[in-house]
């Protein structure tokens, strides 16, 4: 479990990029030595649930020990990682089964990261490729093919690592498959397409921080309202406010209504707020993301379509509605949206605006079919009040680049509290973060760019391409078998007795003494 935990220092906020080259390593070795492949199987389970708590360990204030099952099922997706990583490394393996891990290994370690990607098992935070966030070569590579491609050559080189400190007579196979790697690196730095620019839009940030105790909803859009009229005279094209910065329906508060009117026009753009309140038109409560102009709301509306698990929804609540007792776990469901919406701000030259709320910047789908119905620009509203001394905003704010360099759109990531941060169309930094001890708004000189990215025109090929590798191998294995014997040959019968060579004759029996009467 230590092992498979060692990755996660990758991650922000600790952001040891480098590490994630070797990090697994450890747990690669363990497998490969292990003495069945059932123990082996153990280790993946094992190392893979180490994984899962290390990068998710803010949530325990959350969830408590329903972290350690959710953890304990969700590491079983790596027991077959961790068995194939014994059944081509284990052993003395040539130069054949070592250029097959190349391959193999990364692939199923991609299935893994795909399914548990899934919303409703946790979604795809911590993939281990968004680890790279921060290296230009690395978010080239997530422009052509997604975060996948980079999750693929990370695990590929902590392949050939293993070879090399494990398997001495395969070194040379090992240190071929680095120096592939690193062409590959090299001739997408080298030969892949880059974003055209095409001007830049001015948006706001509007962080309140923190705001607790009784009256924090009425207090805390006070403070953003105060924020935002700072505003006036800077000339943005778009002020962002964060999730659930409004906590009452608009449709029923004619009163909040005004007064996001009257900024609107006080700072000369629209409002991009996030309503958290029941509907008066729906039943049930919904985290929206409303467009609010000069006179009123625009009709432009987003609502959220991924739930976060406990925090938003309870999976299976008549089953596992006790998660309430023992954690920060939802008392109600919210309610899901039914489509993505691409927004048009009039005001800013009709800049198209794709929302997208707190959780679901972990999706690259999302953002992807944004950018195919025309945004421009990627808007994540986001609050992690409850983890705001954790890692959790840094990871979140990070995740932002990823999606920038994936779509060729900036990406503006706004939080209510947590980390606010801005990047442009090749996934670069644009201007400072605003951290969790700050409450300020900030105007950003946001980059525009046009095209359509690798990624976006192609989708997901590297998983697609796994897949493949994956059908195969398992292909190859059933045709192994088939040609196997069924089972043991039968033993040959024995070769007739020999007959023993004659002797000398066996002396006569003594007769016996008559009987006295």
Not at 298 to 320: C, H, N, Q, S, W
Request: with cysteine; glycine share 10%; charged share 15%.
């Amino acid at each position: 479990m230590l092992a498979g935990a060692l990755p996660a220092l990758a991650f922000p906020a600790p952001s040891l990029w480098w590490l994630a080259y070797v990090a697994l390593v450890p747990w690669m070795l363990l497998a490969r030595s292990a003495a069945t492949g059932r123990r082996a199987v153990f280790d993946g389970w094992l190392g893979g649930a180490g994984f899962l708590l290390a990068v998710h360990h803010w949530l325990l204030p959350s969830l408590h020990v329903f972290i350690l099952l959710l953890v304990a099922l969700l590491g079983l997706l790596w027991a077959p990682w961790g068995w194939l990583v014994r059944r081509l490394l284990g052993g003395a393996p040539g130069a054949g089964r070592v250029a097959a891990a190349l391959v193999l290994l990364p692939s199923v370690w991609l299935m893994a990261e795909l399914a548990r990607s899934w919303e409703f098992l946790g979604g795809p935070w911590g993939l281990y490729g968004a680890s790279q966030w921060q290296l230009p070569p690395a978010l080239r590579l997530a422009s052509v093919g997604g975060v996948w491609l980079v999750s693929l050559l990370l695990v590929a080189v902590n392949t050939a690592v293993t070879v090399l400190v494990a398997v001495p007579a395969a070194r040379t196979a090992a240190l071929a498959g680095v120096l592939v790697c690193a062409a590959g690196v090299g001739a997408v730095w080298l030969w892949a397409p880059l974003p055209d620019r095409t001007g830049t839009v001015r948006i706001a940030v509007v962080q309140p921080g923190v705001v607790d105790g009784a009256g924090s909803a009425k207090r805390r859009f006070d403070l953003e309202e105060t924020l935002t009229r700072r505003l006036a005279g800077l000339d943005p094209d778009l002020v962002v406010w964060g999730e659930s910065s409004v906590g009452q329906d608009l449709a029923r508060r004619p009163d909040l209504r005004g007064r996001l009117s009257a900024l609107s026009r006080l700072v000369g753009a629209d409002l991009l707020v996030n309503v958290d309140a029941r509907r008066s038109d729906r039943p049930g409560i919904f985290k929206s993301s409303v467009l609010v102009g000069p006179g009123g709301p625009t009709g432009d509306r987003y609502d959220k379509m991924r739930l976060v698990p406990f925090g938003e929804y309870i999976p299976a609540r008549p089953l596992l509605g006790w998660a309430t007792s023992v954690g920060k776990a939802a008392g109600e469901d919210r309610k899901r949206g039914t489509r993505q919406t691409v927004m048009t701000v009039p005001d800013a030259d009709e800049l198209r605006v794709g929302p997208l709320v707190c959780f679901e910047s972990a999706f690259p789908d999302m953002s992807r079919r944004l950018v195919r119905g025309g945004a421009q620009l990627l808007v994540a509203q986001s609050a992690t009040s409850s983890f705001q001394h954790s890692w959790a905003p840094p990871q979140h704010a990070s995740l932002a680049a990823l999606r920038a360099a994936e779509s060729w759109r900036p990406m503006v990531h706004a939080t209510l509290t947590g980390v606010s941060a801005v990047y442009g169309p090749r996934g670069e930094a644009v201007g400072g973060r605003l951290g969790t001890d700050r409450s300020t708004a900030a105007v950003y000189e946001v980059p525009l760019a046009r095209g359509t990215s690798p990624y976006v025109r192609i989708g997901d090929w590297p998983v697609y391409a796994a897949l493949i590798a994956l059908a195969v191998f398992c292909a190859a294995e059933g045709v192994r078998s088939l040609r196997r014997p069924a089972g043991p040959e039968p033993a040959a019968s024995p070769p007739p007795a020999t007959p023993p060579e004659p002797g000398p004759p066996a002396p006569a029996p003594a007769p016996e003494a008559p009987e006295r009467r």
